[in-house]
């Protein structure tokens, strides 16, 4: 959460930041769950996850919850963990963000 609060004082008097505020942490909590079940869909504990990771269970539980957020190292060594490839899940992020109404940034050109 410290990053949020420091995204929340360069936000300080934007006009957008309710909104702004609002919809990353809806994101988030998309991504939290397409992460949680990556790991569910695989038959793997919190606990198989952390081995895997060298890490103490509590660890993947504070990420699963959103209280400890996750940098982009710490999301592919979890998707490698759980056998699941970066590229297809990022594809599936955006398309559930897509579903929900949460993806707001302007289409690829590419």
């Known amino acids: 959460m410290l990053a949020f609060a420091r995204l929340r004082r360069t936000l300080v008097g934007c006009p957008y930041e309710p909104f702004f505020l609002l919809m990353s942490r809806r994101r988030y909590s998309v991504f939290l769950d397409l992460l949680r ?3 569910i ?3 793997m504990t919190q606990a198989d996850v952390a081995r895997k990771l060298g890490v103490p269970q509590s660890y993947v539980s504070k990420c699963e919850s959103g209280t400890r957020r996750m940098d982009v190292t710490e999301v592919h060594a979890w998707l490698d963990a759980v056998d699941r490839d970066w590229v297809t899940f990022m ?4 398309h ?3 579903a929900q109404g949460l993806q707001t940034f302007p289409p690829s050109r590419f």
């Open 41 to 43: 869909d695989v038959g």
């Open 91 to 94: 594809l599936t992020l955006g």
């Open 96 to 98: 559930a963000l897509d």
């Open 37 to 39: 079940q990556a790991r």
